[in-house]
């Protein structure tokens, strides 16, 4: 078993900042690979970014590429995503999740396990 919590959420303005960090306990966090993932209000889960066990490959939605970096502290088990210059169309609840493949994957159903999320709201 695998245990996510997420934190760093608020609100912020638009082209402000924001550090989410997900917090792993269970199997041994540096064995799995990580991704984020957000889900507005009215519409699907979406995948945002990507980052494998070994920290030497990513992987971002068109969207967050250059605004958003994945990066990971295996010896705290937390990985994170840095958010910069937010606009309003990020507001959601951003989720992390955990796979036991090396491969990179942008659909949620290959990921086994899930935090609860927080929440990101930007005004505009």
């Known amino acids: 078993q695998v245990q996510l919590v997420e934190s760093g959420g608020g609100l912020v303005q638009a082209g402000g900042s924001l550090r989410l960090s997900c917090a792993a306990s269970?199997?041994?966090?540096?064995?799995?690979?990580m991704g984020w993932f957000r889900q507005a209000p009215g519409k699907e889960r979406e995948f945002v970014a990507f980052?494998?066990?070994?920290?030497?490959?990513?992987n971002y939605d068109e969207h967050v590429k250059g605004r958003f970096t994945i990066s990971r502290d295996n010896a705290k088990n937390t990985v994170y995503l840095q958010m910069n210059s937010l606009k309003p169309e990020d507001t959601a609840v951003y989720c992390c999740a955990a796979k036991f493949s090396d491969l990179g994957s942008i659909r949620p159903r290959d990921y086994a396990y899930w935090g609860q999320g927080t929440q990101v709201t930007v005004s505009s």
């Open positions: 980052m494998n066990w070994r920290g030497d490959a990513t």
């Open positions: 269970g199997r041994t966090f540096s064995t799995y690979s």
